[in-house]
Structure formats: C-alpha cells, structure tokens
DNA sequence: GGGGGATGTTCGGAAATCCTGACAGCCTTC
DNA sequence: GAAGGCTGTCAGGATTTCCGAACATCCCCC
C-alpha cells in the first residue's frame, strides 16, 4: 500500500522520527523528513512531488503541528494528515478531527496499526487525482470544466491548437458522462470518409439513426467539415433535439472559416454552448514536464537498460521551449530522446538534438537570487495583468501585503 | 438555539443526566432521556418526533453508546452524535469522530461550553420550525415579523443590502397571507421593462387594474423606481386603498435617494407602514452557517462522491468572512467549494480559494512564495547537477553560502 | 591508521524582509 | 464638493533569512 508513496514525516524526536522513517523507508514509501515546522510548510506546499501523505507530531521546536494544519488548510488543498503525539488529549483530537485531519494516534503506538491506519489514508487519498489534461491551474480548470460538462447534455466544443489533445479530452468527457456505456463515435473531417462516417450518424429521411438512443458523437476537425455535412447537422438540431452528446473540436483556424463563411455561424453557436479552451502548452510549462515524466515512466521501463532519471537541464530546456507542435511534438522528443540516450540520464542534447547551443551552459549558472528576482518579477506581472493593473488586488492575489508588493515592485523596477 | 429542539439523551448516570436534562430543558429543548442502549435504538430510529441530536454517554448498562452509533449507523441519516465520557480516551475519541460522530466531550466539562459545543450541532440540523431567513435571534425576530405583517394588510417594506434575500422575505410573506391564492406580482426596477410591468398592475383612468381583487404586489429596487411610476402609484393610493398588498423591498441605496429627491419622501411614507430590516450575514454569523449546512446538505447529495462533512475551521472562517455579497455570496461560494473539495471534508482553502472578500470568482494564481520556491528549487536541482551533487560546489555557484544551500535544500526536500 | 577535504548539523547574531498601521494624494461616484 | 476607494510612501517592529563559525562525521587516499 505505502510502496512508492511520498509521505512527509514532520517530527522532531530522534528517536521516534528515526523508527518511524526507517520502517516506513522499509515499506518502500518515499519519505521526507523535516523537523521543523518552517521545514514543513515548504515541503507540504512546494513539494517535489505530491505529497500522498502527511505523518506530524504535534509538540515541535518553533510551533505546533497544529499550528501547521490551519496555516496549510487556509491556503492549499491538503494531503491527509495523521498527527502522532505523546502529549495530547482528547480535546485536541476532537478539534483537530473536526477540523479535517485524518487520523490521530497516541504515542507509543505499535507500529504496525500505525502503518495500518497510514495506509487507510494513502489509499483513500485522493491526492493522485485522475489528471488527463495537467497538473497546471490552467488544466485543472480544463479538467473541471470538463467535469462539468459532463454532468449537464448540451454541446461541447473543445478549442485549442494542433496537438493539445482535444481527442483525448472528448473522450475523457465521454468517459466521465453518464451514458459512457453507449458508444463514442468519432468524425475526423480532417481525414478521408470523415462524410461517410457522418451520414451513418445523422438521422436519415426515415429518421433513423445510428445514435438515435445516445452516445457522443465527436467532431474533430470542425473547421474543414464539408458544408452539405453542416447543413444535414443543422437540419437535424433543428428537427428534433439529438439524443446524442455532440462534442466538436477545433482549432485557430475556425476563425477563419467562420470569416469567410466556410463556416455556418448559425451552426457554430449551437454547437459552442459549453466552451472548453485549451491553452497551448507553451502557457502552461509545468504540464510539459508532467507529460514528459508520465511518458518517461512509461517509455523506460522498455529500455533496456533503463535511464536514471531526467537531467534537471532537460527540465530547464522543456521549460524553455514554445512547443510549436504541443504535446504531439512532446511525445515524440520524448521518445526520440529516450531512444537517442547514451549516458544514464536524459539530457538536453537528447531531447533537442536540433538546438545545439541548449547543450553549452556549462559555465555560468544564473544565482539563486536571480533567479528567484525572476521567478518573483514575472509572476507579479503575471498578477498585475490578470488584475488589470490593481496592486492591491494582485497583492492579495499573490498573497503578500500590499506594502511588500510595493516594495518589490520597486526593487525589479516594475 | 435549544428551544424547540428534540434531543435524545442517553445516560445512565442519575446525576449526570439529571444535570444534563434539567439544563436542557431550562433552554427550551424538548428532552428525551433513556437510559439503556436497547431504549436508545427505539428512540433515535423510530422517533415520535424528529431528534435534533444525540447526546450520548459511552458506558451504559446494557452496551455502549459505541455499539449504538454503529449500529444505528448503518441505518440511513443519523441526528448528529454528541459523545459525553468519563472514562474514555484518545482512541476513541478519534474513532468516533473518524466514524462520524460530530462531538466528544469529555466528563467533567462546563455546562456552558457542552451547550454551546451542543448547539452548533443542532443548528446544523433541519428543524422543526420552518425557518427562512435563518436561526440566529436576529432572524427569527425577521420571522416573526413576518408572520405578524401577514396578518395585516398594510404595505410592508423589507430593507436590507444586496443578496440578503429580500426576494425571498416578500415570497415568503405573500405565501404566509390569507389571500396567498390570488398570485404574486414581481416588479424589479433594477430591471428592464419593469415599468411596463408596473402600468399593467396599476389601476388605468378606467380604474381597472390586474390586481383589482386582490394579491401581492412585489416593488423590488424600490429606489430605481422611476419617477413618472411613483406618482402614479403615490395617486392610485391617494384615491382609492388599494385591494393588492404591496411588499416593497429596498437597500441602503435609498436613504441617497430620499435625499437628493429622487424618490417622493411621501411615497415612501406610505409604503414603509410595516418596516422590516433585514440585517447582513456578517452581523448574525449563525445564519451564515446555517444556511451553509443547508445548501450543503442539498447540493452535496449529487455530488459524487459525497463529502463527510465541513471542516470546523471552515465553519471558523465563514464565521469570520464579512459577507460583502451575503446570501449571494454564500451560496456561489458553497457552490463552488463543493466542486473544488478533494479530500472528504469541505476545507476553508475550497471556500476561500481567495483569502480576502473578493465577491466573484477570479482565477487564483499561486502565491509569490510558491513560485519563488519553486524556481528556487529548479535552480538548485540544476546546480547540483552540474557540480555532480557536490553541495559547496553548488552553493558557489549559485552565490549563497553552504549552509543556506543546505536549510533550503531541507525546506524543499531535495 | 592518519590526514584532508567534503558533508550534515547546530547556533547566534546581523541583515533582510515582511507586516501592520498610518497618512497623504488622487481618482471616481454620488 | 464630500465620501470612499485606491495608490504611493514611510516608520516601527516582528520574523525570517542568511551567513560565519564551529563540530562531528564520513570517505578517500596515502
């Protein structure tokens, strides 16, 4: 249960923290020890990884576990919290519990209930949610918007540039709606026989159809569907409420087709009621570098031999790119890479064999302050844009005071 | 907020439970003392009465009251369970609680704070009374006033800020009138084509009105209401009573309005015979709960999976919130928290993604600490990785001393 | 087995950062 | 033209961060 599981182990006693760390080390569960509550924070809120779990003595050296819990439970959405503590009462278990830990054991406890109850958490934790679009702000609110749409039959259209993995969206969607069990159907106007597959789709003179009692139906390619094709759908919408979920995609190039009337407005605007936007993924370069991990995960476990692991520059250099191609380019350096690979790691030169001077850096790296000046300058801007322009709103937004934004500005010369 | 209340108490000790009950009936709640686990099943699962909560002792004659939360809890919606012990300890405390009971108290505790601990159970609860403004006294004195305004057919005037449920209030009064049948007449001047509305409720020179024989008039955004309107209304009601009762429903806004002139101080007179404030969530924070478990409990049933509950600290920060939107807010930002919630519990980070009082929805950002953690991270990860994991070597490179290297490296969990 | 150099860790003080609070302008909006 | 909201600015104090110093280890190489 707790194999490969990441856990931050928060206690201060030696002793104890040792015996729990080492078993838990033992079970196979990747863990993070730190022993102060300033420690805790960052590594709850900053993690490497997501945190499955939270194991946290409640009596530490600058504060309380307790203390921890609410400062985290305002900001983030948490992992589980076990709390382990020799000195604590039924009072503070009851209000820590009402305040949403998970679990909360007394010292001394026999280690083996405690890895019992632990794995209770981990495996009810759903930390690991079902992620199909990123990790990022931006794809969880796809996702959720997804989710959404799910609940509720009407149009959806998916929107987003070449390689975004709108298919794989729709049929998220699909999968996540209620009539999943009737059959997805796909129209891909962007290959041959796409009006071949439609019309067995549409209702016929006779008004009959193959999807006549449900299912999706999944428009891909929208912008080059023939206009014959647009006017059956059209008339069909118009006839009689399709049983079918309808979910259309497309890209920038609707725009034009609506321009120039390749398009039917009409049509288009019944079919766009819930709107999925998928940014690309150069907005979104935390996503890119989860992709590449859930594809390095997969794909090395067939090299033989395995890579170690991924060099923090090829990180940096994913980071670093526009991705023209989005996660079709993705995928394909990936592998590329993987197969290209000579020492133990991935590296920048894999990955980009067409960007020689990504591999030369060697010299000088930028200093931590620079960097994190950088980080701070951008994401200020970033705040002030979404703001539009309001300090004291994107102070709040970023979660400083207004006076330290201020302050800030000042020094990155904003 | 005992009064009227039903509980179930279950205690075999005389002393305790006749201090308990007598204290409870002195609050008004309707008590249902037993003293057996076998008379308590009888009690709690086929009630004459709706039970409001439990309070329940642990060691009892003929069981536990463990046993009976079990056992009941397989039956379908327990009242909340209040665990009242002497003898138990941590363990079952935090089994209790994981199990979903809502409180443990532990003998000898002060009357006053198991009263209180006690009545921010019930308040969950639905009860008896048919409450629609809320639980708190300032609300029920709303209620009341209410009621008695619908005894009499005099024009009443609900007053209060925005999304305080005025709309509902004037609904509620019409329903709770003796000529409820004789239909509900909605004129928003906050919106378009209100006066047209209002010309076809008006008597004409003929003297023929819609609502000649009766029924309610509802005069929203009373203060928007246009100036060529007011006199006619002000003439209908100086030449004949009206047969409709008429509700009208302003905010703050008015007193501007009654100031520079923009509403006949006579009208206004006349229509403000019966005054009802309403006052705003941040001044009754009961009701601002209440109406939380409410929606709660209604929305949270589609919701799939269900949450357990609402964390405490969430219930101590919407205590806390001011409510610049009131019911408005709250029911979107319920609404919301229950999409976005992860784990079982609906957390104060769901409600308030956004810390402070920003009344709509505004795309959250990371925090500036949490982007700086992050390049800080990545930095020292590039770092190490070409110094080949030599920490001094990394800290020279990045410009910060060894031993900052090493606290930050701990802070991240590298 | 004994340096030498690197790391893991703690400590105390200096320096910075951040926050609260306050006040003055400078806009809108009544 | 008064009020209220927002920004620019500063001061003072509480925290946090950062650094240098200091040990104890640990490992490698001689």
Same mark, same amino acid.
């Not at 104890?16 to 590594?43: D, F, N, T």
């Not at 999968?175 to 999943?180: H, I, K, M, Q």
């Not at 049983?243 to 398009?263: P, T, Y």
């Given at each position: 249960?707790?194999?490969?599981?990441?856990?931050?182990?928060?206690?201060?006693?030696?002793?104890?923290?040792?015996?729990?760390?080492?078993?838990?080390?033992?079970?196979?569960?990747?863990?993070?020890?730190?022993?102060?509550?300033?420690?805790?924070?960052?590594?709850?809120?900053?993690?490497?990884?997501?945190?499955?779990?939270?194991?946290?003595?409640?009596?530490?050296?600058?504060?309380?576990?307790?203390?921890?819990?609410?400062?985290?439970?305002?900001?983030?959405?948490?992992?589980?919290?076990?709390?382990?503590?020799?000195?604590?009462?039924?009072?503070?278990?009851?209000?820590?519990?009402?305040?949403?830990?998970?679990?909360?054991?007394?010292?001394?406890?026999?280690?083996?209930?405690?890895?019992?109850?632990?794995?209770?958490?981990?495996?009810?934790?759903?930390?690991?949610?079902?992620?199909?679009?990123?990790?990022?702000?931006?794809?969880?609110?796809?996702?959720?918007?997804?989710?959404?749409?799910?609940?509720?039959?009407?149009?959806?259209?998916?929107?987003?540039?070449?390689?975004?993995?709108?298919?794989?969206?729709?049929?998220?969607?699909?999968?996540?709606?209620?009539?999943?069990?009737?059959?997805?159907?796909?129209?891909?106007?962007?290959?041959?026989?796409?009006?071949?597959?439609?019309?067995?789709?549409?209702?016929?003179?006779?008004?009959?159809?193959?999807?006549?009692?449900?299912?999706?139906?999944?428009?891909?390619?929208?912008?080059?569907?023939?206009?014959?094709?647009?006017?059956?759908?059209?008339?069909?919408?118009?006839?009689?409420? %399709?049983?079918? !979920? &309808?979910?259309? *995609?497309?890209?920038?190039?609707? /725009?034009?087709? +609506? $321009?120039?009337?390749?398009? @039917?407005?009409?049509?288009?605007?019944?079919?766009?009621?819930?709107?999925?936007?998928?940014?690309?993924?150069?907005?979104?370069?935390?996503?890119?570098?989860? %992709?590449?991990? !859930? &594809?390095?995960? *997969?794909?090395?476990?067939?090299? /033989?031999?395995? +890579? $170690?692991?991924?060099?923090? @520059?090829?990180?940096?250099?994913?980071?670093?790119?526009?991705?023209?191609?989005?996660?079709?380019?993705?995928?394909?350096?990936?592998?590329?890479?993987?197969?290209?690979?000579?020492?133990?790691?991935?590296?920048?030169?894999?990955?980009?064999?067409?960007?020689?001077?990504?591999?030369?850096? @060697?010299?000088?790296?930028?200093?931590?302050?620079?960097?994190?000046?950088?980080?701070?300058?951008?994401?200020?801007?970033?705040?002030?844009?979404?703001?539009?322009?309001?300090?004291?709103?994107?102070?709040?937004?970023?979660?400083?005071?207004?006076?330290?934004?201020?302050?800030?500005?000042?020094?990155?010369?904003?």
């Amino acid at each position: 249960m707790l194999k490969g599981r990441h856990i931050v182990l928060v206690e201060d006693d030696e002793i104890m923290g040792g015996s729990i760390y080492q078993r838990l080390r033992l079970e196979g569960a990747v863990v993070h020890w730190v022993k102060q509550v300033a420690r805790a924070v960052g590594a709850i809120r900053t993690p490497g990884h997501p945190v499955d779990a939270v194991v946290c003595d409640i009596r530490l050296p600058d504060g309380s576990g307790e203390d921890l819990f609410f400062r985290l439970s305002d900001s983030v959405s948490l992992p589980p919290f076990l709390f382990v503590t020799g000195h604590g009462g039924v009072d503070q278990a009851v209000r820590l519990m009402r305040a949403g830990a998970a679990d909360y054991i007394q010292k001394p406890f026999e280690m083996s209930a405690f890895l019992q109850r632990l794995s209770l958490l981990v495996g009810a934790g759903s930390s690991e949610i079902d992620h199909f679009v990123g990790i990022s702000a931006a794809a969880t609110a796809v996702e959720d918007l997804v989710r959404r749409a799910a609940q509720v039959n009407q149009p959806a259209m998916i929107r987003g540039e070449h390689g975004t993995g709108k298919g794989r969206i729709a049929r998220a969607l699909h999968g996540l709606s209620a009539d999943r069990a009737q059959g997805f159907h796909e129209v891909d106007f962007a290959k041959q026989g796409a009006s071949l597959i439609f019309d067995r789709l549409m209702p016929d003179a006779e008004g009959t159809a193959l999807v006549g009692s449900g299912g999706t139906i999944f428009l891909n390619a929208l912008a080059r569907m023939p206009r014959e094709a647009q006017d059956r759908l059209a008339e069909a919408l118009e006839r009689d409420p %399709l049983r079918a !979920r &309808l979910i259309s *995609a497309c890209g920038r190039e609707m /725009d034009q087709a +609506l $321009a120039d009337g390749a398009f @039917r407005a009409d049509l288009f605007y019944k079919l766009d009621v819930i709107d999925i936007p998928v940014p690309p993924f150069r907005d979104r370069p935390d996503d890119a570098i989860w %992709l590449m991990m !859930r &594809l390095f995960e *997969a794909k090395n476990a067939d090299r /033989d031999p395995p +890579l $170690a692991g991924i060099s923090a @520059r090829t990180e940096e250099a994913m980071r670093a790119h526009v991705w023209p191609g989005n996660g079709r380019e993705l995928r394909s350096r990936v592998i590329r890479g993987l197969e290209m690979a000579r020492g133990t790691l991935l590296m920048p030169a894999d990955v980009f064999p067409d960007r020689p001077e990504v591999a030369e850096t @060697r010299a000088e790296l930028p200093s931590l302050a620079t960097v994190r000046d950088a980080a701070e300058r951008r994401q200020i801007l970033l705040a002030l844009e979404t703001t539009g322009g309001q300090v004291g709103e994107a102070a709040r937004l970023l979660q400083v005071s207004r006076t330290t934004l201020w302050e800030k500005m000042q020094k990155l010369g904003i």
